[in-house]
């Protein structure tokens, strides 16, 4: 595969029948896309409204991208982004807190690990559903498919919040049955298999749910050793996208997951390694491969570049596109 | 018991027997000032302090060394279009009975059979009782359960070990009355749901442990009532009744 047949471009209605497939492929609770066809539809619909309003944001908007390879015509992943999290609702994170307990009689301090439902990251924006065929696993395209939305983000920044935070998916057990996590906390109050209830909230709003879990601290020295172990824990399937997230400068150890425990990063739009580093096309760039998207909205394109600008293959005109580098940490990745 | 007895105080500066009291705790010899000592003596024998079982009132409880107790209370959790309807029982830290009278150090002398302590508590409870002002309200300790081979307390290992490394009887040993609001300071201020201790601490919750069954026995008799209080160290029950002088 050459990396310049890769293109990522927003989701289009004769992309359902490849969607339901990644969906159906993917598993509970690991993808954010719903493996129902007239759910899928829906979603497809709301994403296209998205990216062609003229209106100003509401927050409600949210926008799904499919990387095709141009060289087999066929969608290889998928990405999006939900302009606002919680839109209307709350959206509820548990936050990592360190309580000291002290007692200078009983010569007793002690670093205490507590977890907070907290409402913190409530209007961020969101990068979501985040998708890739195995098969392109070790190529630039899963840079490409997670590092170009957040150069759409900095584009057309008056449609988003300028604070980006990511779900990842917590450990479960291999048939995505059993979360150890869920099972020590969420259970208790909402009697429910870990994934009826994320059928419940349909991977959307979790503040229904969230209202039915303490509002006070958690101990975390309470829990059983599995739940204990499962705080921050990556599902082995969120390594990928997780570790382009984590090269990108996002924090990773302030929240975590009310349902499963996996980590919620979050971090400024522009301290991020890839918005840091944007340029206008120029003939002043590094020499490498660059990720490059163009400055249109409904019409949006973004493709991989090695520069100096060589003729690719699909002949682009790269001139007023914004670049930015491949990161050296994962550029490593055979093209 | 078979001898007549009476119920006299306890004279200044006459220690206390160093008997077991209901919570487990071996009796600190002279009680603290203002404290009313109470001992049921051989009716023969006054002089020569012959004495089955002793009382220690104690009035506005908590004024000086803060007294901590754990609340135990409910939250219901409900959801209409999810059927669900849970009732999640909750432990929250307080000092609800600031100011209350207490009823401390029921002790009884080793060798009286179960329904000999009970009746000989009775008599004390009642004598104490008379001494307090109508409309008090009055507490009672009591301890918790006890796992018969380890001797370790099962709301101890669920909750307060997590908190205080060290050994509780020890450090009661140590501190004395002060070591649970030492205690305390290390226990989470906020809620906590019950349902995150294991089931045996949870199981133990409110629960009389062995050395505070004929206390408990007599208590009751007395009109005391658990009113939903545990001490926090153990989980044992904290009784409660408020004074008349209509005895």
Known sequence: MNPTDLLLRPVAAADLPALALIAAATEHGISSLPNDRAKLRTRIERSMASFASEDAASGEETYLFVLEDLSTGEVIGTSGIAASAGFHDRFYSYRNEFVVHASSALGVSQRMHTLHLCHDLTGYTLLTSFYIDPAYEDTLAPQLLSRARLLFIKQHAERFNDRIAAESPGLTDDAGQQSPFWDAVGRRFFDMDYPSAETVTGGRSKAYIADLMPHSPIYVPLLPEAAQWAIGQLHPVAELPFSILQDEGFDADTYIDIFDGGPTVEGSLQMLRSVRHARLMGADLDPGWHIAINTRRDGFRAVLAELPAVVSAAARDLSGWLVTPVSPATAGAQP | ?247
């Open chain 2, 1 to 247: 018991m078979t001898t007549p007895y009476v119920v006299r105080e306890l004279r200044t500066g006459e220690p206390l027997p160093a008997w077991i009291n209901q919570t487990g705790v071996v009796l600190q010899p002279l009680p603290a000032a203002g404290d009313i000592g109470l001992l049921l003596v051989d009716a023969d024998a006054q002089a020569a302090d012959q004495s089955f079982a002793c009382l220690r009132l104690r009035s506005k409880l908590g004024l000086d060394l803060p007294r901590y107790s754990y609340h135990l209370g409910r939250v219901v959790h409900a959801a209409a279009e999810l059927n669900l309807f849970s009732t999640q029982p909750t432990l929250m830290l307080g000092n609800d009975h600031t100011g209350d009278s207490e009823l401390a150090d029921l002790a009884c002398a080793p060798g009286l059979d179960f329904d000999a302590q009970v009746a000989a508590l009775r008599t004390l409870i009642h004598a104490a009782l008379d001494r307090v002002q109508p409309c008090q309200r009055v507490i009672v300790e009591l301890a918790g359960p006890r796992d018969a081979a380890s001797g370790q307390s099962p709301f101890w290992q669920g909750l307060g070990r997590f908190f205080y490394d060290g050994d509780p009887a020890q450090a009661q040993a140590r501190h004395g009355d002060a070591w649970r609001s030492h205690l305390a300071a290390l226990l989470p201020r906020q809620t906590l749901y019950l349902s995150f201790l294991n089931e045996a601490a949870q199981a133990a919750v409110g629960r009389v442990g062995e050395v505070g069954q004929p206390a408990a026995q007599a208590l009751r008799e007395c009109g005391f009532a658990f009113a939903q209080h545990v001490r926090i160290d153990d989980g044992g029950p904290l009784l409660e009744r408020y004074a008349t002088r209509a005895s």
